[in-house]
């Protein structure tokens, strides 16, 4: 469905580490920002999502936007504004 950078994959990784028993990394697409991702994370799946593993990170995204996410890049943009985000490219 989508790739991960070795940026992401990392950032993913460690907030996972600190998140205790949340296993599940919710992807949405922010409405006010195109290709902007807002990412939670989450213990358990919805009815209406959908789950993909990748690089054995498990992600949640609701079905209505999965669309966003195929063929695309998940990329993690460090910190340089004071606003760390999640961009899909």
Do not use: W
């Amino acid at each position: 469905m989508f790739l991960l950078t070795e940026n992401a994959k990392t950032e993913l990784q460690n907030r996972l580490k600190l998140a205790d028993s949340k296993q599940f990394i919710r992807l949405q697409m922010r409405k006010s920002c195109f290709m902007k991702v807002k990412l939670t994370l989450e213990e358990t799946i919805q009815p209406n999502d959908a789950e993909i593993t990748n690089d054995e990170l498990h992600f949640i995204i609701d079905n209505g936007e999965c669309h966003y996410f195929n063929n695309k890049t998940l990329d993690f943009i460090p910190d340089t504004t004071g606003f760390m985000q999640f961009e899909i490219i």
